[in-house]
């Protein structure tokens, strides 16, 4: 089994292909890089739902490191926050984690109606049961500071917390919002946040759990714009159809809040469509999926999804969007 080749493994064609070009080429260098990204993130990882990327990220959002949702608003952050909240407080049988969850919610956009709608939709067996959508709900602990003081309160409180409770996901949607509050634009708006960011990736560390961050994005200081560059996929055509100039867009909050972020999962707009990009993470393939937001939450519309390189990997596209943001809300928010 050891010297099984990766092309034997029945794993989807783009994350084979990477795994070539590193010359990764038999189950036992898999293995071995595996065990080696364990070591490094303290293991574990809470399963997103969405088949394509868990298998990308090797199991889903990783314990003890910060995972970044980085897109313009209305694109699906908060969606997929909910969604992770319920899957890290539904019972292990279920595929959850059974603990409970902190929810920071920095622009009042927790909303527990759509919490159930989306677990009623998604886990209907759990759900429809007597009293279980108010014990699920009631498992998450929503914290509405308004100011950068009151965050450091909450930070501090969740200390206490993790002692107390079986915390098993922290949620903050999201930092640029009260970065965005409290300073003016530029650089000055981020080093006042240099204790947060370390107090974070401590908490992360310390208590093994999985800490997923919403950031927001801002267009880049000149007026450059970037070409697309999509490699080949499975809705290649549809890519190569695009407009092929786009504004540029860069994730908020600037370098040294970049590298406190071990996994950055970009969400943006191709032509009025959704993808969702790994755009760093320590062993991950670079790869776009195509998604949509639906009454149960965030859904994959392949799990394949699409080889990213170069540029386009870190770049932030925002075509069509307001015409999905005007479809979406009559029903969603996020």
């Known amino acids: 089994m050891a010297n099984r080749l990766i092309s034997e493994m029945g794993l989807p064609k783009s994350i084979a292909n990477v795994f070539?070009?590193?010359?990764?080429?038999?189950a036992k260098a898999?293995?071995?890089?595996e065990q080696r990204n364990r070591n490094e993130q303290l293991a574990g990882h809470l399963p997103t739902g969405l088949k394509?990327?868990?298998e990308a990220l090797f199991g889903g959002i990783p314990f003890g490191v910060i995972t970044e949702l980085v897109g313009p608003a209305g694109i699906g952050k908060t969606q997929f926050c909910l969604k992770l909240s319920l899957l890290a407080s539904l019972p292990m049988r279920h595929g959850g984690l059974d603990g409970q969850v902190i929810y920071i919610d920095m622009e009042s956009k927790f909303s527990s109606k759509r919490l159930i709608e989306i677990g009623a939709q998604s886990f209907p067996e759990i759900f429809h049961m007597r009293g279980m959508a108010q014990e699920m709900a009631g498992r998450i602990l929503v914290l509405r500071p308004v100011s950068l003081a009151e965050f450091t309160e909450s930070l501090q409180q969740i200390k206490i917390l993790l002692l107390e409770r079986r915390v098993k996901l922290l949620v903050i949607d999201s930092m640029a919002?009260?970065?965005?509050?409290?300073?003016?634009?530029g650089a000055s708006k981020i080093n006042p946040l240099g204790w947060h960011i370390s107090f974070l990736k401590s908490v992360a560390e310390?208590?093994?759990i999985p800490i997923v961050v919403t950031n927001q994005v801002r267009s880049q200081s000149n007026d450059d714009t970037w070409r697309y560059n999509f490699q080949v996929g499975t809705r290649r055509q549809d890519l190569e159809d695009t407009p092929k100039y786009d504004s540029h867009l860069i994730a908020a909050l600037g370098i040294h809040w970049s590298h406190a972020v071990t996994i950055r999962l970009i969400l943006e707009t191709i032509s009025g469509e959704r993808f969702i990009k790994v755009a760093k993470s320590p062993m991950s393939p670079a790869l776009a999926f195509p998604f949509s937001i639906t009454?149960?939450?965030i859904s994959l519309?392949?799990?394949?999804?699409?080889?990213?390189?170069?540029?386009?990997i870190s770049t932030i596209h925002c075509h069509g969007h307001s015409e999905i943001i005007g479809s979406d809300s009559l029903q969603f928010h996020g």
């Open 301 to 312: 519309l392949n799990d394949d999804g699409i080889e990213v390189v170069g540029q386009e």
């Open 20 to 26: 070539a070009a590193r010359s990764i080429k038999t």
């Open 52 to 54: 394509g990327l868990d």
């Open 177 to 185: 919002a009260l970065a965005s509050g409290e300073f003016e634009h």
């Open 206 to 208: 310390l208590s093994r």
């Open 30 to 33: 898999l293995s071995l890089l």
């Open 295 to 297: 009454s149960s939450g």
